[in-house]
């Protein structure tokens, strides 16, 4: 029988190896990791990765606002509205000089630079990855709405803009990109019932991009066939008059618990908001009284909707807005509850800092 040193035993112990951290106290590390940290964790120590997927997969993960300071030199923020925390993306994970996000699904965001190039990046995995479309030729405007159909990498990617003419009315133009191609496909189309573009995303929702007019109205572009239709059902939530005498926002967003096309109405910045949920099989919309555990984070470039993480924070519309709280010592996101039909914000409305330059990201593990 071999006989250990008590000092062999202590150079033993000093030096153990990371792999042999008991799976229970690597549980409670990864839940008290701060987001970015949980991301790196697998290139620590490779026996680590499973423990970290595995409690990552148990969690109910929910929106980030994502922006880039002024300062930043490309450097993004991540703002958590539950608890008003904010996680810096550090030099390892950055957007470099792409200042402009302008539409974000999968953890995958999309971004625009003042040199007009487009770049989509993943930066919630352990290695970035970023793919550099090609801009649209003659484009001139901006979009009014960009959304893609799935993740950046695979065969069947179609990255899809679509934009308004202020001059006429019924012209829709739509751009899109193929994963792999040079150019985009451009098409101006004259739409067959009166419509005006909103300022939101396009959802791509069972093989068509479904577009949400500002008086409630759907457009739908096919990518198979290349058209575009506006339906004459689902009618209008409102009408051509009181569309013009009330200032608003609108948003269209596929629920995360049924799937179904839901569309969200922000009033005079949140004073009153409306949810309507698309019946399919009579093609008109529903008044949505309560969501009952889930949440819709509403954005012009990006909006999205969740199963919430626990009772007390579901039923609500998360504005893309903070508040710092200063008076209360806390912060957190501004946000409309169907329940008590009232705007929710830990400061002041003057405390509030309404971000125009940022994204509704959905971090992936």
């Known amino acids: 029988m071999a006989i250990i040193s008590k000092e062999e035993k202590i150079d033993e112990e000093k030096f153990r190896s990371w792999t042999?951290?008991?799976?229970?106290?690597?549980?409670?590390?990864?839940?008290?990791?701060p987001l970015v940290d949980r991301i790196r964790l697998g290139s620590v120590c490779k026996s680590w990765r499973w423990v970290s997927d595995s409690i990552c997969d148990d969690i109910k993960p929910w929106p980030k606002l994502m922006y880039v300071p002024d300062t930043s030199r490309g450097q993004s923020k991540l703002i958590d509205p539950l608890d008003g925390k904010s996680v810096d993306m550090n030099e390892e994970i950055t957007v470099d000089n792409y200042f402009a996000p302008c539409f974000s699904k999968d953890g995958w965001v999309v971004f625009i630079n003042d040199d007009e190039d487009l770049s989509i990046v993943n930066m919630f995995v352990e290695e970035e990855e970023i793919i550099d479309p090609p801009f649209p030729r003659h484009f001139q405007c901006c979009f009014d709405g960009v959304c893609f159909s799935s993740?950046?990498?695979?065969?069947d990617f179609r990255?899809?803009?679509?934009?308004?003419?202020?001059?006429?009315?019924?012209?829709?133009?739509i751009y899109v990109w193929r994963h792999g191609e040079d150019e985009w496909s451009q098409e101006e189309f004259e739409s067959n019932l009166p419509f005006q573009v909103g300022c939101n995303n396009p959802v791509f929702h069972e093989g068509l991009f479904y577009c949400l007019g500002r008086e409630g109205n759907l457009g739908v572009y096919n990518p198979e066939e290349e058209t575009w239709t506006v339906l004459d059902r689902?009618?209008?939530?409102?009408?051509?008059?009181?569309?013009?005498?009330q200032g608003h926002d609108c948003f269209l967003v596929e629920s995360a618990e049924n799937k179904e096309l839901m569309s969200v109405f922000v009033f005079n910045d949140g004073e009153r908001v409306t949810v309507s949920r698309l019946?399919?099989?009579?093609?008109?919309?529903?008044?949505?009284?309560?969501?009952?555990?889930?949440?819709?984070?509403?954005?012009a470039r990006?909006?999205?909707?969740?199963?919430?993480p626990s009772k007390e924070t579901g039923n609500r519309i998360y504005l893309p807005r903070f508040s710092d709280g200063a008076a209360?010592?806390?912060?957190?996101?501004?946000?409309?509850?169907?329940?008590?039909?009232?705007?929710?914000?830990?400061?002041?409305?003057?405390?509030?800092?309404?971000?125009?330059?940022?994204?509704?990201?959905?971090?992936?593990?």
């Open 151 to 155: 993740v950046p990498t695979s065969s």
């Open 302 to 308: 990006s909006s999205i909707s969740v199963v919430s």
């Open 234 to 245: 689902p009618r209008p939530l409102f009408s051509r008059r009181s569309n013009c005498l």
């Open 279 to 299: 019946d399919e099989s009579k093609m008109a919309w529903r008044n949505v009284d309560d969501l009952g555990d889930e949440m819709i984070f509403v954005d």
């Open 328 to 365: 209360s010592r806390r912060g957190g996101g501004v946000y409309y509850s169907l329940k008590t039909k009232k705007l929710h914000t830990h400061a002041e409305r003057d405390a509030e800092q309404v971000r125009t330059d940022c994204v509704w990201v959905m971090p992936s593990f």
């Open 20 to 33: 042999d951290i008991p799976t229970d106290m690597m549980g409670l590390i990864v839940h008290n990791l």
């Open 159 to 173: 990255l899809m803009g679509v934009s308004g003419s202020l001059v006429r009315e019924s012209q829709v133009d």
